[in-house]
């Protein structure tokens, strides 16, 4: 199937607007860069523009405020705010997807959650304890890499538990709200150090069944528990996961897209003092880099858009189940954009020399920040490159991603 991406463009009538509130977005974050890396998280004013422009209500059904919103314009977004901060970025992209599971609740879950306006956070590694407790549940456990939880009001967390209405354990998100839940502060990281990525804390807190996201039935197709109320909402009608992992290249583009810039207008004005004091830009060494750079981000665009060719080809056709290839498959292209945007980062911060590491200069925290995504276990190369491999011969692939 052939995908008009010009129509869908068009079809997400404010898509400009949308493109300069990320860029006003990620020029704030800039601005107080340095101040970020000190405190370990964006400053609350940078979280507000966020919610000014209404990012987090974009992919919500359109009941509840969300609009239809291409997967081009969607990746633009992320790519954007990265553009000027790679950590604005990242809660940028979560605050858009963390609105998509409550519509997957029963109604009076999904309006609560919806209602409050608040944003949202999650971790998804199964690591709660859950018991039974009458027609709810009680959730104990501590969850580290819960990113922009200093902003936000409500957290899923994950835990594998026999649901009420279910014959053996599944995969869930529990979700409380901030009065319920102690932040743990350990979270001083390599890069993307203003995500506030802390760690959260709860003791026998009780979660009611409807505030359970059911992922494992979600994965396998459903929809929310009392039916598809709206048939056209695009999120119900793709591979859940597949959507909700797709930002992250876009986080990865978006950052090394902003060190290449850094990269050619450093060469322009660069003198090598040990290499005769020629300009850089007459090397041939500086040239051929720079050109292979720019081939590189054009092949990742390339695959970035290739995913959201597909991401539009399930929603048209209402596919929400991959074969084991396909998804394996997309769990490739997100590890190879994640590896090749890492080497791609520290090949310009080696090739620019001495002077890039220094913090007042920016690229380097770049660089860190790029690195840090690359390890995010969504995208992890070899984890990627082996599940493919194996769907490919026939087996099954990663358990998970």
């Known amino acids: 199937m052939t995908i008009n991406s010009l129509a869908l463009l068009e079809k997400t009538l404010n898509r400009e607007e949308l493109l300069q509130k990320a860029k006003e977005v ?12 000190f405190d370990r998280k964006l400053p609350d004013e940078v979280m507000e523009k966020v919610k000014e422009a209404g990012f987090h209500k974009l992919l919500r059904p359109k009941a509840y405020g969300g609009q239809d919103l291409d997967y081009y314009t969607f990746g633009d977004i992320i790519r954007t705010v990265a553009n000027y901060n790679v950590s604005a970025a990242w809660l940028t992209y979560f605050a858009i997807i963390h609105e998509t599971w ?18 949202m956070a999650d971790v998804f590694a199964p690591i709660g304890k859950v018991v039974n407790d009458g027609e709810g549940y009680r959730i104990s456990g501590t969850w580290n890499f819960c990113s922009g939880i200093p902003y936000c009001d409500w957290v899923a967390l994950g835990a594998i538990h026999q649901l009420h209405d279910g014959t053996e354990p599944e995969f869930g ?3 409380v709200h901030k009065r319920d839940f102690e932040i743990v502060e350990n979270w001083d990281s390599l890069g993307l150090r203003g995500t506030g990525s802390n760690a959260v804390k709860l003791d026998n807190v009780y979660v009611p069944a409807n505030y359970v996201f059911p992922v494992t039935r979600v994965v396998n197709g459903a ?5 598809n109320y709206e048939p056209d909402y695009q999120i119900f009608n793709v591979p859940y996961l597949a959507f909700f992992l797709a930002g992250f290249s876009h986080v990865a583009i978006g950052g090394v897209e902003r060190l290449i810039r850094n990269f050619k207008e450093k060469t322009e004005h660069r003198v090598r003092i040990f290499n005769n004091n ?17 081939i590189q981000l054009t092949a990742l665009k390339a695959l970035a858009k290739d995913y959201a060719d597909r991401l539009h ?5 209402g596919i929400r189940v991959l074969d084991e290839e396909e998804r394996e498959q997309l769990f490739a292209i997100r590890g190879y954009i994640a590896k090749t945007s890492a080497e791609m980062a520290t090949r310009i911060l080696i090739t620019l020399g001495g002077n890039s590491v220094y913090k007042s200069d920016g690229t380097e925290r770049f660089v860190r920040d790029i690195l840090t995504v690359a390890a995010h276990p969504t995208h992890q190369y070899e984890d990627a490159m082996a599940g493919y491999g194996s769907a490919i011969l026939g087996f099954k692939g990663h358990p998970t991603w």
């Open 223 to 227: 929809t929310a528990p009392d039916g």
């Open 313 to 317: 080809r399930y929603q048209d056709e």
């Open 278 to 294: 020629t300009n850089e830009k007459n090397a041939g060494t500086a040239q051929r880099t720079l050109a292979e750079l720019n």
């Open 102 to 119: 409550p519509a997957f609740l029963d109604k009076q879950g999904r309006e609560e959650l919806f209602g409050t306006g608040e944003l």
């Open 173 to 175: 998100l529990f979700i």
């Open 26 to 37: 990620g020029e704030l974050a800039e601005k107080y860069a340095d101040q970020t890396d």
